[in-house]
């Protein structure tokens, strides 16, 4: 139980940090949610955005981090 606790915690952790860099990359103004590929459509009465781009370039950020921290680990 005790090491469920701890990568809760862990987990908290790096969900915080992402935040965290997402808040200070929209400060700078880095569009990432404005990457080719995502889709806005904006009508009379809707509105909806598909981050295609930004969620494939988030998803390779992770994988490449996720990689390094287990070739780390071994």
């Known amino acids: 139980m005790i090491e469920f606790g701890k990568a809760l915690l862990g987990i908290g952790a790096l969900i915080a940090l992402i935040g965290a860099l997402l ?3 929209g400060r700078f103004g880095l569009p990432l949610s404005r990457l080719p590929g ?7 009465n809707v ?28």
């Open 38 to 44: 995502d889709i806005a459509y904006r009508g009379k």
């Open 23 to 25: 808040l200070v990359a």
């Open 47 to 74: 509105s909806v955005f598909i981050p295609i781009g930004t969620s494939i370039l988030i998803s390779l950020v992770l994988s490449a981090i996720l990689y390094l921290i287990s070739r780390l680990h071994r």
